[in-house]
């Protein structure tokens, strides 16, 4: 079992103020690859076809057969014990506040509420051209590429490299960095920007910066505490369910 601090138990007994950022490590033990892993959903294609508007302005079918793919593999998997266990705390704690970078939906599934999703959401979909957005589940896709009633090309709801994020939802995570006492960074490389600003930013404005990671990343020497382990081990004794 990775060893838990007593101030980090203490402070988070005495009720303080929680927030959470997740990233793709947090689902890895239910099945849904990490960004970076050998293996992983990444590995074989080039992220500049998949993942920018100029790779989906190009060839939009190849990048929906992709999203079809990979739609179908996260419909598959179901959340794990890290998830359970942020969503069983914030239930019990109104106050906490969870981001996620990741596009999956396992911490709605779980039963979080609230999330503030930076990076979309892989089972929604956005007209191209009149920016309307709705949740499409179906998998398989019928038709691909997807199209809007309008008769415009839809494209995943999500956030590409080079694409601003959510309007609103950089907002209230920076909102909730800021306010928290203590601050979870779990499951990410911390190397994707902005998102990986909110830690930082976190400790700043006085966080206890906590990292759960099964390895250093950039953000490990900034960290008041690194809690070596994976994700699903970890938060069911950090968080007490
Ligand atoms: N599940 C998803 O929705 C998903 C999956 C892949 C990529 N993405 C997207 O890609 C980007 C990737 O950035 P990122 O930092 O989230 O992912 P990343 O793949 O870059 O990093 C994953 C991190 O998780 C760690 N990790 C692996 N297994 C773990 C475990 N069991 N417990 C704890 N940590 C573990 C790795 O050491 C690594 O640091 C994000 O923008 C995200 O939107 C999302
Ligand atoms: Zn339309």
């Given at each position: 079992m990775a060893a838990i601090s007593a101030r980090l138990r203490d402070l988070l007994g005495r009720g303080r103020r929680v927030a959470a950022l997740t990233g793709a490590g947090i689902s890895a033990e239910s099945g849904v690859p990490t960004f970076r892993s050998p293996g992983?959903?990444?590995?074989?294609?080039?992220?500049?076809?998949?993942?920018?508007?100029?790779g989906f302005a190009r060839d939009p079918r190849r990048v929906w057969a992709w999203y079809d793919a990979r739609r179908r593999q996260v419909s598959g998997c179901a959340p794990n014990a890290g998830h359970l266990a942020l969503a069983s705390f914030g239930r019990n704690h109104p106050d906490f506040r969870l981001i996620t970078q990741n596009v999956d939906g396992l911490h709605a599934a779980a039963g979080s509420a609230g999330v503030i999703l930076l990076h979309g959401d892989l089972f929604r979909v956005r007209c191209t051209e009149e920016g309307t957005s709705r949740e499409d589940r179906r998998v398989p896709l019928p038709e691909i590429p997807p199209r809007c009633a309008c008769g415009a090309l839809l494209r995943p709801d999500v956030v590409w490299f080079g694409e601003v994020l959510p309007e609103g939802a950089m907002q209230e995570a920076t909102g909730a960095a800021r306010r928290s006492k203590v601050f979870l960074s779990i499951g990410t490389s911390a190397l994707?920007?902005?998102?990986?600003?909110?830690?930082?930013?976190a400790k700043r404005h006085g966080a206890y910066l906590v990292e759960i990671n099964v390895e250093e990343t950039p953000l490990s020497p900034l960290a008041d505490e690194l809690i070596l382990g994976p994700a699903a081990g970890v938060l069911p004794d950090l968080l007490g369910t």
């Open positions: 992983g959903f990444w590995d074989n294609e080039s992220l500049l076809d998949l993942a920018t508007p100029q994707v920007y902005p998102a990986a600003a909110l830690p930082e930013l």
